[in-house]
């Protein structure tokens, strides 16, 4: 369960991205964040995995409020996909899945990269299931298509076992037709393990054909909170009213320094 | 929010800089008196008129009249043929055993001794190894090489944590970063020559005060592409790997080495090359290898001598390149 209350994100140079957001995702839920670009969608997913702070307000994930201090246990639990999949290009497909379980491994095996054989068994088995072979596992990732690439992360993703994953505009920067396959490859994997989902789209159609529940999202304030099919034509244009304004001056995805982010969780 | 309250200028009327600025041509100007004082200072003037010289006088089949042309002739001259026996004089000739002889030697009684102008100027009763010279050097050089593995072994394992302290996003406060870029830019500051006199102090003269100083030279190369490239690399999976927990080693070793293994490599191999050219001179001042033969070699006008040393480190550069280029070629392949 996710909680955020009276969550507000301000960013050094005045932008509220998150404005007073008080919301509750329960356990197992396929939540969509819909929103045009610059509308707080990223800020709010990685508010749960303190990627980016927030200036007023909490944040709560199954109970724990989410601070520097409590980052060394929550981190692991949550895993996340990207739009830019963000896998390592230059190292083998078995590779990239088995670094989505660094936190589990000690730092010396992690080092000599001796993964435990159940790992590695698992990895494999997560890999059939994003619907990639064997003959796939010693390729290097810079070698597969972007649908490809995002089923080896959302295999990456899950090999903790994770109570939720963050998916950031999982497939903005893929086709249509591969796009409702990675969403129901997210949607169906999560069902079957019971993870929670909150996963940023832009795309309505998408929203309402895979969510649990759509959050929409306009300037950092919730403006809709329903089920798919509550979310009318009249909403939709609620939602990206404006955006147009906001796209010009905003920029998709604003860069989260990494190393505030490495620096907040150094031991 | 924009605040562009002004109307847009046509496209017609927008200011264009012509690529040749009155500033450029000032710069150029000041740039070349400088130079051109510089040049006399230098002796670059002397030096481009005696090769004029050389060259006219050779063209006129005269070398003799230029001092530069009748240098080089003299070097040349010398330097053909290549020196690749050696001899051991016959002490006492009664006692001379010729099954004793190591493989390829024989007995020379009448064996001529020349002097740096190349006329003989007596005759001794020697032991004479056909390459025995050529093998003696081949040895050298690879004393040379191994003094160049080890500078650059050291040198990287000097550069790991100079590279780790000094990549902002790892190093852990200002103060570590600014130490490890200020080691690495005062590592490549000191000479490798300078640097083993100096360590040829503490250790005496030989092969590891030239290792001591390869590697603590080259380490501030190493370092700071190491730490400039750790930086440049691509952000995202750094995050991706980072936001699930992983501390900044794992992060280091699973994001970041991938990325940059190629280039480390590149380094690596270059550094290894430089070192096999670098420990030839550090001989020079003692620091064991081929240098200390060359330096004698020199010092007594043994031009024969020194073009078979010449050219002995040449082929091993050569070769080394060679192989360097199919190793790194294997490692980073597909
Ligand atoms: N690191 C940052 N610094 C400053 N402003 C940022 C930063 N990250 C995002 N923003 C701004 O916050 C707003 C919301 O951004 P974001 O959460 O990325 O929206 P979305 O993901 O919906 O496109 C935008 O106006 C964006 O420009
Ligand atoms: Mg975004």
Redesign the pocket.
Known sequence: MIRFKAARKR???G?V?VDDLTLEIPAGQFCVFL?A???????VLKLVNGMVQPTSGRVEFDGIEVVPRTYREIRPRIAMVHQQFNLVLRSTILRNVLAGALPGTSTTAAMLSLFPAELQQKACRLLERVGLSEKHLYRRAAHLSGGQQQRVAIARAFILDPTLVLADEPVASLDPEISRGILQLLRDASRESGTTVMC?LHQPDLAREFADRIVGLARGKVIFDGLPDQLDEEMIGRIYAGARAARET???????ALGALTASEAV | MNNDTTTPKPAAEWQLRSVYSTRLFALLAVGAVLLAISAHRSEVDKGLADSGRAIVAVVRGKPESSRVARGWLRFLSQAFPLVIASYEPIENPEEFNPDTLPAFAYRDTKYPIKDTMGDVVRYVDAVVKPIGYLTYVGGLLVQTIEIAIWGTILSVLISIPLAYFGAAGYTPNKFSYNVARAICNMNRAIPELIAALVFAVAYGQGAWAGILALGVHTSGFLGKFFADDIENAAKGPQEALASTGANKLKVLRYAVLPQVMPQFLAYGQYILERNVRSATVLGIVGAGGIGVELNERWKQFDYGHVSTILLAIFITVFILEQIAQRVRARLIGE
């Open positions: 960013f050094a140079d932008t991205a929103g670009s610059g509308a707080g969608k990223s800020s940023s905003a920029e998709d995805d604003g860069p989260v």
